[in-house]
């Protein structure tokens, strides 16, 4: 007989272990997309942030930074072959930051038509595997509006990826109104995943080397979050969906303090800003925001986000290719929950979340 906690933590496909594994934070890159980052690079007006980041991807010649900038690039072979061999069945695949945020307008339209295009692709050509978001042009929004719409309703994409700010601009502005209530009303997420601070922002970090994924991803993120909530963004739009990985950018453990200063700004008229609101900041958290383990394969932090935000808003993503750890599947099955809480955390909250509807292959060894 096998030994059933060998069969628990083995990273096979298909169900065995009880649960389909789902990730739904997986990076692609067309390359179309990065051609012109490289066209970017090559500019003396260059965004320090997008040179720190995209310079490290494209021009390293270490190891990882190369097998990454492969990987993002390819929907086939070998990104299946590196899902099977982590246990994921199916990936939720999105445009990889900065995506369009750092294009010009034109070109932003072009290269989100084409990733929609190709994510769409691969989504029929491997229907159990893939599922996707859709990537817009944010500077033009009535096209965005367009896009999104054309990707949802007629490419079958299950959400909107928005790669945080756009040119050091926020979703709180009303520019991005017409998008934010485009999702709204077609009911898909806003993945909104980070990338390095815009200029304004990111000296300090930059000569410490803190601007990217190891720390100022998840300041800039997070308060990019704060600001739809501080500015009633989530009071306009009630039922906007909100995804946020890396598990929550750390705003979870900053939930008490924030609606305690919140409500003291509020009460003090300190600041223009800090109106009054429907709900205080962590009621948004258990209302409009999920919240995935991207990045994050740390049981305490995962459990703490479960206890304060609910345990049905917390799911499971990878961060491929930047985070591809076979391990860290194996540290997150080993979770202490229940077979059916597993069941929600890898699959079937992810499922609701982004509507997803692919097909399954049969489950479960011979005797079920
Ligand atoms: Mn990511």
Known sequence: MTDQMTVEKDLTTGGRVGYLRIAVEEAYAPPELVRSFRDLLDRPDV??????????????????????????????????????????????VSLTA???????????????????DRIADACLWHPG?????????????????????????????????????????????????????AAEALGVPIYL????????????????????????????TGMHVLRLIVAGVLDRFPRLKLVVGHLGEALPYWLYRLDWMHAAQVRAARYESS?????????????NIWITTSGMAWPPAIMFCREVVGADRVLYAMDYPYQFVADEVRIQDDL?????ELRAFYETTAVELFNLDFPRLAQGGGDG
């Open 47 to 92: 965004d320090p942030g997008f040179e720190s980041l995209m310079g490290f991807y494209l021009r390293s010649d270490a190891e990882r930074p190369r097998a990454v900038q492969r990987k993002l690039q390819d929907l086939g072979d070998e990104r299946l072959a590196d899902m099977d061999s982590a246990g994921i069945d199916h990936a939720v």
């Open 98 to 116: 900065p995506g369009t945020q750092v294009l010009d307008v034109a070109r932003a339209r072009e290269i989100a038509t084409v990733a929609n």
């Open 129 to 181: 595997r893939f599922s996707g978001l859709a990537a817009v042009g944010f500077e033009d929004a009535s096209s965005a509006v367009v896009e999104l719409e054309r990707a949802v309703t007629q490419l079958g994409l299950k959400g909107l990826i928005c790669n945080s700010h756009v040119k050091g601009h926020y979703l709180d502005e009303p520019q991005f109104y017409p998008i934010l209530e």
């Open 193 to 220: 995943h980070p990338q390095t601070p815009p200029a304004q922002m990111i000296g300090p970090m930059l000569d410490a080397g803190l601007d990217g994924a190891i720390f100022g991803f998840g300041v800039e």
């Open 275 to 287: 109106k009054p609101l429907e709900l205080t900041p962590s009621e948004y958290f258990r209302r």
């Open 336 to 340: 202490p929950m229940s077979r059916d």
